[in-house]
């Protein structure tokens, strides 16, 4: 705080300045890169001693296209997401959140699930910070269903590799299952299934003071924004190589019908057994997305794959281990039950739309 | 000499924050004693919702992602 203050004000203003051009810059040349992302994939493959229209042809061009693809959104996004949520923090959202009726509350809840900063490694302080301010246990849980199954990583990836369509759709119904799955929870009036001492700080209410809220600058901001990028980045890129990798495979070797068999929507255990498969597979929607993309172009539903995607994401087992510090075995069966239904319904829904 | 607490579950994040403590007390030449808090019901009694987060002699001063080097000097120094 101190040593910005001591900058005489006309500098500060001038390097604020630089900071703006050098956003407003950085938007052109990304625009201008991302419209040379075909010719630049066609070049490449053209390179390799390979006939392009062989099945290794096709294989390689739909890398070299989709991961430069995919890496320069989410720069785009993550920086912007990472911009935005400078202005919402926890301490915010529960102030927003406590006290709020149901219903109103849970979908309040689930769209600041979006907007707040998360990490499932805090999902426990943050689970106990609300609870213990007031915010109804339906509430809670709408955030916490929200705040990793609606992210912009996944977002991003289904925009990219699968169309605005389906990623639009996976916002809508996202939210939906978060906000649906809140109310019902909170219907069921389970506050007594919470472990023992969390109820103690829950019936005690004393949360200590907040910290001092920190003034940030525009520039600042940028800065929080372009963390993001390099802390999301380092953790996904491995996965989306490699995803995309895979999905290249699928695209090019698969036969066309296998996976209409195996996941198409004719078979109704196939919905079923997708969120069933999603539960243990823990990896990021990075990882998993490339896949989907892949087994979508070769006949698997919309559904099933969803649901497999959903699932994965929203009901992983290490989040369960680190919540069975809060919720006792019980209430985790009926979060599990409640959202694995939700998910199931989405799954059935799409495969009897599309 | 200071007691600072750096509360978290054991993310990489928080290893990094703890050593930033260490490191920034050793190049100020401040005493200091730094506590690793990882128990859930502790960082929730201290009114952190996201890690991780400092206190120094008691008082919170930080929470949720890594601290800004030039704020942690000012308040090891404070």
Redesign the interface.
């Known amino acids: 705080m101190t040593a910005r203050t001591e900058i005489d004000a006309p500098l500060q203003r001038r390097t604020d300045w630089i900071w703006h051009l050098g956003v407003v810059a950085f938007l052109a040349v990304w625009w201008l890169v991302y419209h040379q992302l075909i010719p630049f994939s066609e070049w490449i493959t053209a390179l390799f001693p390979i006939d392009r229209h062989s099945h290794t042809g096709e294989a390689i061009a739909f890398f070299f296209y989709d991961v430069p693809k995919v890496m320069m959104l989410l720069t785009l996004i993550v920086f912007a997401m990472g911009v935005v949520r400078s202005w919402f923090s926890p301490e915010k959202t529960r102030a927003l959140l406590s006290g709020k009726r149901e219903g109103v509350g849970n979908v309040l809840s689930a769209g600041l699930g979006i907007l707040t900063p998360f990490c499932s490694c805090s999902a426990v302080p943050l689970f106990i910070g609300f609870v213990s301010a007031g915010v109804p246990l339906g509430v809670t849980f709408s955030f916490l269903i929200a705040a990793p199954m609606v992210n912009e990583v996944a977002l991003v990836l289904l925009f990219g590799l699968v169309g605005w369509q389906v990623a639009v759709t996976y916002l809508g119904f996202g939210l939906g299952i978060a906000i649906v799955a809140g109310f019902v929870i909170g219907k069921m009036r389970l506050e007594g299934w919470l472990q023992d001492w969390v109820r103690d700080i829950h019936s005690g209410a004393d949360t200590p003071a907040a910290i001092d809220e920190e003034r940030l600058t525009m520039v600042d901001r940028y800065r929080l924004g372009i963390e993001a990028v390099r802390e999301i980045l380092a953790k996904v890129w491995m996965w989306i190589i490699l995803g995309i990798g895979m999905g290249a495979l699928i695209h090019g070797y698969v036969p066309e019908d296998m996976m209409a068999r195996i996941m198409g929507a004719d078979a109704w255990w196939s919905v079923p057994a997708a969120v069933v498969m999603g539960i243990p597979m823990y990896t990021n929607a990075a990882g998993v997305i490339p896949i989907v993309e892949a087994l979508l172009g070769k006949g698997a539903a919309l559904g099933t794959v969803l649901a497999f995607m959903m699932s994965v994401i929203a009901l992983s087992l290490p989040e369960m281990i680190i919540l069975k510090q809060v919720l006792t075995m019980r209430l985790i069966a009926v979060f599990v039950g409640v959202v694995g239904s939700g998910i199931l319904a989405v799954g059935f829904l799409f495969n009897l739309i599309f | 000499m200071k007691t600072v607490k750096v509360y ?4 990489k ?2 290893e990094t924050t703890e050593s930033m403590v260490k490191d920034t007390a050793a190049t100020l030449g401040i005493e200091i004693s730094v506590e690793k808090i990882s128990d ?2 502790e ?9 991780p987060g400092i206190s120094v002699d008691g008082k ?7 601290p800004d080097a ?2 942690l000097k ?1 308040w090891l120094s404070a």
């Open positions: 978290g579950p054991g993310c994040r928080c859930p019901r960082i929730a009694m201290a009114g952190i919702m996201s890690t919170l001063v930080h929470a949720g992602g890594l030039a704020k000012d």
